[in-house]
């Protein structure tokens, strides 16, 4: 198996990238490819001395993808970039996977232009694991697309369903769709219209509404959503996390020194309490529903990370996720249905 | 100044709501009318020596609406409900405001059905201030309203930044539009369609979009969005509020002396951060745009929590949002702009 990195996608690229990767090489069963400025990769790999010896290769490319870029139009323009090499690369079948911690989006256009969909799927979404304690959520879609109809919410429950099943082992994973109560009545009209189509959807084990709530205590192992809501959940959570942690900063620095002592004696127990709810364990989303395997890593993504991601990749390949998803398209009457409305 | 309470709504309730008005009665300058069974409410007030002091009396209804019952119809049927009698007390000019902290949708129903919308006004929203430290930011909609127009959004930012100024003394709420993105042409055609609007209105200080992270760092004083979004984002706060404190607790569990002897120290300091983001402080949640103050408070609301949303109701009152709102309709022009779309 072998897989490519967008080595220069990532706030803490190259450096994070590199050292993620020869980590995952160290111990996983797969060929890695560096792609982007073979002057800085090489430069980060000879921090490892034994980085000769392992399964890395560096794949040069000239040009990098910014975070301001508008995403397709960076896709188009820039050939030669780090993330259009690495999914070229896979495209042309010398790659089994692509991961990029670079712009969410440009990932996605990248992904969307050049390996495309997998026939009968209209729109691919994002995976993204949310873990807290023993829990693993799977929100479908973070953000890949917006005004969701509902045979996409019903097709990103299926992929999400199979995701769950072959890569984290569920046997016959919950399936909820987000809303805004419990009750089948309730919602907005797309939810509305799409609970009958999930009810009635054979391969789904469709649970009934999910509320924000469970989206985070393991009532359902795959909650379905527009990218909209998923994306500013996903921010939200960011965002309190941050807040939250520098409020308390603030507020033990104005506390004694019985505090600070308290503190210090915590310390352990804080570390594994962190442990638990750390994306870095599970490191990457991948993009359901396209003609390859794209893994996209948090942005702000640490070597932990990135090898957390690569082995996402490696469960991704060694499952085939896109055959079972290919033998489980939901039926082309159900498009036909959809154009109908 | 006047208040009703449905002393019948609420985890908690009549408890937590006779005692909370006490406690108001005690300190504010507030007339207070607990609504509900009369035998049941006397048995709460006797446990305090006081009350007769005091300025509190009761008004009889025999009946309460229950959180499961469906908002509207139960608002028609149960006419001598506590949360119907407090909300008809409004419209009859006998309180100068309603509070419950029964079923959020069940109170939505009676104002609108009794109190009925400011004239101008499309949809009413609920308000929802945020705390978290210093920052306050007010959630504009959390689930009044889903698939709401452009206008709409519009309208709830203008008494969003009406009741941030006169309630909470914010001399140019900075209003955001809830997106996934920063730029003006990302988002759903919703936002799309909303952002706009905003920019061309003078009433309102329109700050661009906010994401996710921006209802709680205080980049925004007001954030706009959707009510399936808001609901969805609330739901999601509160859930993973549990969820943590239950993880925290369990490996606490799992931890050596050491641990707890800093948990012990470090109690006082998680008390003072936990006060930083209690929303109880906060306790109550307007619904912008009825003819009236309606007070929503949180379900699980205790007595401080209902003495913050009476001096809620009561800064309402005196500050007569109403009233600015009223001035500030947005143009008719605009309303017949949104019905040619």
């Known amino acids: 198996m072998k897989i490519a990195l967008d080595a220069m996608g990532g706030d803490y690229a190259p450096m994070e990238i590199v050292a993620g990767a020869v980590s995952a090489a160290r111990s996983l069963d797969c060929e890695l490819v560096l792609v982007g400025d073979e002057e800085k990769i090489y430069s980060e790999l000879y921090k490892f001395s034994d980085w000769k010896n392992l399964n890395i290769s560096v794949h040069h490319a000239s040009e990098v993808i910014e975070m301001g870029e508008h995403p397709a139009a960076a896709v188009r323009k820039k050939k030669d970039s780090s993330l259009v090499v690495a999914t070229q690369l896979v495209k042309k ?161 104005n506390s004694g020194i019985m505090a600070k002592i308290g503190a210090l004696l915590l310390a352990p127990t804080f570390r594994k309490f962190a442990k638990q709810i750390d994306y870095t364990e599970y490191g990457g989303a991948p993009l359901l529903g396209v003609d390859g395997c794209c893994i996209i890593a948090h942005g702000s993504s640490n070597a932990v990370a990135i090898k957390s991601a690569i082995g996402v990749a490696c469960e991704y390949v060694k499952k085939d996720v896109n055959a079972h998803i290919r033998e489980n398209i939901l039926q082309e009457e159900m498009l036909s249905n959809d154009k109908d409305k």
Chains 1, 2 share one sequence.
Not at 197 to 208: D, Q
């Open 93 to 253: 079948g010398e790659c089994d996977a692509v991961i990029s911690a670079g712009s969410t989006g440009a990932a996605v256009s990248a992904a969307l232009l050049i390996l495309g969909r997998i026939k009968g799927i209209a729109r691919p979404t994002i995976a993204t694991p949310i873990p807290v304690g023993s829990n693993l959520t799977l929100l479908m879609d973070s953000g890949a697309n917006v005004d969701s109809k509902p045979l996409h919410l019903v097709q990103s429950a299926m992929m999400g369903s199979l995701y769950s099943q072959y890569v984290f082992g569920v046997e016959k994973p919950r399936v909820g769709l987000l809303n805004i109560g419990e009750e089948a009545t309730k919602g907005n009209e797309q939810v509305l219209n799409t609970y009958p189509l999930l009810e009635s959807t054979t391969t789904v084990n469709f649970c009934g509404n999910a509320e924000g709530r469970d989206i985070v205590n393991g009532r359902f192992d795959v909650v379905v959503c527009d990218g909209f809501v998923g994306n500013v959940v996903l921010k939200f959570a960011e965002g309190l996390a941050k807040t939250l942690v520098k409020l308390m900063k603030q507020t033990m620095k």
